[in-house]
């Protein structure tokens, strides 16, 4: 039998609750009303497909040719607006709307042949034939349900959705001895516990903040791993990776396996761990760097962290970055910072706009390597010679480690996103008024970040040119 992949629609909690209350507002009494999502396909496996939003669009009531409690019809010209500005090539879209009352709603017969036409009419008028997902919500938006129609509108199929930052889900209740392992962290929960062993983490750059950093998270229940980066040990490395070793350095590990091997002392039975030693700008880093529910990244090139900052951006994945650095005063007293970030899932602000990398350095650091030798040499780049000491990069793998419990448990609210950095020895943490870091434009983020409520006067004689609606 040929099984059909279980597919699951994924929307980041803030982009959830953004869209919830323009959905609340966009009615005027206590008529239904419908919104939108525009969504891209991942195939995370053989048997696993989730879409992920693009943009979204809320249409204020003008749209509306007719709206009721008992049904709605938008205006033909705002659905052709609608379909023209946001129906990008190789995106679905995904329809909600709302039936009066609480509760998880059903699906109405009505509703059945409204969705059936539509199905059929989107996949037969557009050459990528885009697929249609449909959602009945109570009128309030907390309850819910979703379905996937297939090309003809013949038949559906059910779709789980998320709107929390990890998807994992179906905890069963078994027991084994890693329970007690984690006895002494109860106090956190088992469902925390259980999300923590289901949790698929990518590590790019597993030198010396990201072993420390595999070590915590692996002591505190992360087994899935998959592991990025190009290097092998070497002995200057020997000050700051815990357990490595000159015999390691001598037979060439690279710093993947070496990772590999500090999680599988942890858990030698049930640990899934996937290495790859090449940068992440490879394919196959990429890909299954995208079927990880976490990207981390610890590396101290900018070329390496805009490339994550992109993938968690297109795959809508939690992205956390760590990074330190040392310098010395003319008086010979040091300084040294380390700093914590997470942007927002979904876009606001990212790395790029966030100024926590600097494109030049990311675009010489993508360059041949004759002309890296020059930049380094001219002072552009910074060298593996760089200050490093363990005791920093634990302060920074540590608190990088709490962040994630935090998202993981949910004491921690990164909806906003946080950028947090440390300066040692004045012992002064600083937290980066997110804020400041909103960018209408950024060309990484800005687009990402689209979502609107569309009045009828937005559209209305336009010749679908709006400057204003960017697709990404
Ligand atoms: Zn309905
Ligand atoms: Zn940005």
Redesign the pocket.
């Known amino acids: 039998m040929n099984e059909s992949p279980t597919i699951s629609l994924h929307i980041p909690p803030k982009m959830w609750c953004d869209f919830q209350k323009s959905m609340v507002k966009s009615r005027m009494f206590n008529e239904?009303v419908i919104g939108f999502f525009f969504c891209q396909r991942h195939q995370v496996s053989k048997r696993k497909v989730r879409y992920i939003p693009k943009t979204w669009v809320v249409p204020a009531s003008d749209c509306y040719e007719h709206q009721s409690a008992s049904?709605l019809v938008l205006k033909q010209h705002f659905h052709s607006y609608l379909l023209e500005n946001h129906l990008q090539a190789g995106l679905d879209i995904v329809h909600i709307?709302?039936?009066a009352g609480g509760g998880v709603?059903d699906?109405?017969h009505?509703?059945d042949r409204?969705e059936s036409e539509y199905a059929r009419f989107i996949s037969s008028h557009f050459p990528d034939q885009p697929h249609l997902i449909s959602g009945?919500f109570d009128e309030n938006l907390q309850f819910g349900q979703f379905r996937i129609w297939d090309k003809k509108g013949q038949r559906f199929e059910s779709v789980d959705f998320y709107h929390s930052l990890f998807d994992v889900s179906n905890f069963q209740e078994v027991m084994n001895n890693t329970d007690l392992m984690f006895l002494r962290q109860k106090i956190f929960g088992s469902a925390n516990q259980q999300l923590l062993g289901q949790l698929k983490v990518g590590l790019i750059g597993c030198g010396g903040i990201g072993s420390i950093f595999a070590e915590l998270l692996g002591r505190l229940g992360v087994k899935n791993w998959v592991l990025v980066d190009p290097d092998k040990l070497e002995t200057v490395n020997l000050n700051r990776m815990p357990g490595a070793t000159e015999e390691m350095v001598q037979q060439q590990w690279y710093k993947v396996h070496y990772v590999k091997h500090l999680i599988q002392k942890i858990y030698p039975e049930d640990s899934c761990v996937q290495t790859i030693p090449t940068g992440i700008e490879s394919e196959l880093s990429k890909q299954e760097i995208a079927t990880c529910d976490l990207i981390v990244v610890a590396t101290d090139n900018h070329l390496s962290r805009k490339t994550a900052q992109e993938l968690a951006l297109q795959y809508m994945r939690p992205l956390v970055c760590l990074g330190t650095h040392i310098e010395v005063k003319p008086d010979n007293t040091p300084r040294m910072y380390c700093r914590i970030t997470v942007p927002p899932v979904g876009g606001g602000w990212c790395l790029m706009c966030g100024n926590i990398i600097n494109l030049q350095r990311a675009a010489l650091e993508s360059a041949p390597l004759e002309m890296n030798q020059m930049a380094a040499g001219a002072g552009y780049l910074e060298g593996i010679n760089d200050p490093a000491v363990f005791w920093l990069n634990s302060i920074c793998a540590s608190t990088g480690v709490g962040v994630i419990h935090g998202m993981v448990s949910g004491f921690l609210n990164v909806d906003s996103g946080i950028d947090w950095i440390y300066e040692f020895p004045v012992n002064d943490w600083r937290k980066t008024n997110t804020e400041y870091l909103q960018t209408d434009d950024c060309y990484f983020c800005g687009m990402n970040s689209l979502e609107e409520v569309v009045e009828n006067s937005d559209f209305e004689n336009s010749d679908f040119e709006n400057p204003d609606l960017i697709i990404w």
């Open positions: 239904e049904g709307h709302t039936h709603p699906f109405s009505v509703d409204y009945v």
